[in-house]
C-alpha cells in the first residue's frame, strides 16, 4: 500500500511540543447481568487504570487485537463514553466531568470518524442535511456555498449534493463521515478502524485524505487500527493494546525496529513477509485469550506469555522507560534475549 507522507502541521525542529490531550489512570467497568438466581452480575474491565499523552500536529496510533479496549478509548477521547474513573484533560482543561452546555461547547474540539460509513450515516438525511445540520448546530452558516467547500476538501463532488447514503459507494460515505466530523473545526479527529470495511485502492485513497486534511488544517489525529502496516505507515508514535491496558508505547520507527514487549513480537511477526526464512524464531502466542470479566490480577499477558515466571503473577503492568520516549509494560523486557523481528511493512 502507497500512501502520500506529507510533513505533519504543527510540530517543528527546536519547538516543544505541546500536549493536546493527556489521560491519567482512565477505567471503564460495564456490568454484565446474571442469568438469575445462579449467576451474579459481573464487571467487564474494557479500559484498565491507562495513562498516555498526545502531541498536538502528530497522528497517534492506537493498534490492538479485536476487544483489547482500543474503540472505549476512543470513545471516551471524544466524551462519547463517560470513563468510569480517571482523568481527561483537553489542552489542560478537564474535560472528563463536563456535562450538558459546557460539554456541547467543548465537543466541537475533538471529533469522531466511525468504522462503518453507512451505519454512522443517517439514511433519512442526504448529502446536503448530512452536512448542514452540524453547522447550524454549530450556530455557524450551513448555506449550499457552505457545504460545497466541506465536499470539496473531502473530494466529493458537488453531483452528490442531493444523494441519500445508500446511493453512495464506501469510499464516498467515509468521506462524508470525514466532512461531518470537519464541519464543526476541530483540533482532534479520532478515526476507529475508518478504513477496515473498505477495498485497499479505497483505503490508501482515504489515508491519503486523512494526511492531508492534516497538513493543511493542522489537525491531531488518533488512528485505531488493528492493522499494523497502516499504523506503520500513517503514525507518528504508537501505543499498542492489550486487554485493557497499555502494553508498549514508542515513536513508530523505535517500535518496528525494535520492539521490547513479547506481544509486540508476537504481532510483528504475524505479518506477512516477501521472503520468509525457514529457520526463522517467531513468537507464537499460547494459551486462551483471558476473559475482561473480572480479570485475575497480576499482568494481563500472564497465561500466553512464553517468557512469564512466578513474579509476574503480582506484575501489574506498570510502564517503565526502556529507551528515549519507548516505554514497555513487561518486568522482563531489558533481559530478554532474542531475535528482534524487522520491520516487514
Partial sequence: MIIHTSMLAGIRLNEMPQKIMVIRNIS????????GVFQASQRLSAVDKLSLEILKGQTFGLVGESGCGKSTLGKIMCRLEDPSC??????????????????????????????????SLNPRLHVFETLAEPLRLAG???????????????????????????????????????????????????????????????QAQILNLFMDLQHRLGLT?????????????VS???????????????????????PKHPYTWALLEALPRLKPGRGRKRAILTGELPSPINPAPGCRFYNRCAYRDEACRS??????????????????????ERERPMNTC
Fill in 86 to 119: 480517571g482523568e481527561v484533560y483537553f489542552q489542560g482543561e478537564p474535560v472528563h466531568s463536563l456535562r450538558g452546555n459546557a460539554l456541547r461547547k467543548k465537543r466541537h474540539f475533538f471529533q469522531p470518524v466511525f468504522q462503518d460509513p453507512f451505519g
Fill in 221 to 233: 489525529l488518533v488512528f485505531i487500527s488493528h492493522d499494523l502496516r497502516v499504523i506503520n505507515q
Fill in 28 to 35: 471503564k467497568y460495564y456490568t454484565v447481568k446474571g442469568n
Fill in 140 to 202: 455557524r452558516a450551513s448555506a449550499i456555498k457552505d457545504v460545497l467547500q466541506l465536499m470539496e476538501l473531502v473530494g466529493l463532488g458537488e453531483e452528490l449534493l442531493f444523494r441519500y447514503a445508500h446511493q453512495l459507494s464506501g469510499g464516498q460515505r467515509q468521506r462524508l463521515g470525514i466532512a461531518r466530523a470537519l464541519s464543526v473545526s476541530p483540533q482532534l479527529i479520532v478515526a476507529d478502524e475508518p478504513v477496515s470495511s473498505l477495498d485497499v485502492s479505497i
Fill in 236 to 258: 507518528d508514535h504508537v501505543a499498542v493494546m492489550y486487554m485493557g491496558r497499555i502494553m508498549e508505547s514508542a515513536p513508530v520507527s523505535s517500535l518496528f525496529s525494535g
Fill in 315 to 336: 506484575y501489574e503492568n506498570e510502564l517503565f522507560t526502556a529507551a528515549e520516549n519507548h516505554t514497555v509494560a513487561c518486568r522482563k523486557a531489558g533481559t530478554l
